[in-house]
T-cell receptor, first 112, second 111 residues
Framework: AAGVIQSPRHLIKEKRETATLKCYPI?????VYWYQQGPGQDPQFLIS???????DKGSIPDRFSAQQFSDYHSELNMSSLELGDSALYFC???????????FGPGTRLTVL | EDQVTQSPEALRLQEGESSSLNCSYT??????LFWYRQDPGKGPEFLFT???AGEEKEKERLKATLTKKESFLHITAPKPEDSATYLC????????????FGKGTLLTVNP
């Protein structure tokens, strides 16, 4: 069965650089979610989109922005990267009418 | 404030030794309790959703149950491949989108 696709899987950046993470949801899933998981931590909700509109916002820094495109894929843009942004970033998706979130494999971001 | 607490933090079992993981919650208007399994460096894998007290769901060696205050994940005759972190989560803050996760239980099953 098709799963959520995230790219890149690994990303290394310097402080103050920018990064773009991409997420391709499971086909026919119209809701996308972004989570951040620091080392030894549980996933923390960042932001979600339903039908290309922002549906909810969590503890996402102002330096981060995200959007969902017409083909339902989503991108998380991160600017002025800080050392503390080093984490696993997960994208999840769900189909209309259900609240079960299916997670992708994640992007490991390392900020040096 | 909505809260969830998982216990124990870590559990070490011998292969075949059954046990249970606990997820205690304080949520106003629970709209689902989710269980996920997470392997190191990988995304959480969906296991179960429970919606009402008394509900039970099973998958292979796992069974999840729900009461008004807690959920249990029972593991029967575990195998080494069941070793992982098990997370419970619920929609929080009045949102259907934001999942709040517990800290997880790290399960290790020794052969």
């Amino acid at each position: 069965a098709a799963g959520v696709i995230q790219s890149p899987r690994h990303l290394i950046k310097e402080k103050r650089e920018t990064a773009t993470l991409k997420c391709y949801p499971i086909p026919r899933h119209d809701t996308v979610y972004w989570y951040q998981q620091g080392p030894g931590q549980d996933p923390q909700f960042l932001i979600s989109f339903y039908e290309k509109m922002q549906s909810d916002k969590g503890s996402i820094p102002d330096r981060f922005s995200a959007q969902q495109f017409s083909d339902y894929h989503s991108e998380l843009n991160m600017s002025s990267l800080e050392l503390g942004d080093s984490a696993l970033y997960f994208c999840a998706s769900s189909p209309t009418g259900t609240d079960t979130q299916y997670f992708g494999p994640g992007t490991r971001l390392t900020v040096l | 404030e909505d809260q969830v607490t998982q216990s124990p933090e870590a559990l070490r079992l011998q292969e075949g030794e059954s046990s249970s993981l606990n997820c205690s919650y304080t949520v106003s208007g629970l709209r689902g309790l989710f269980w996920y399994r997470q392997d190191p460096g990988k995304g959480p894998e969906f296991l179960f959703t429970l919606y009402s007290a008394g509900e039970e769901k099973e998958k292979e060696r796992l069974k999840a149950t729900l009461t008004k205050k807690e959920s249990f994940l029972h593991i029967t005759a575990p195998k080494p491949e069941d070793s992982a972190t098990y997370l419970c989560a619920f929609p929080s803050g009045g949102s259907n989108y934001k999942l709040t996760f517990g800290k997880g239980t790290l399960l290790t099953v020794n052969p």
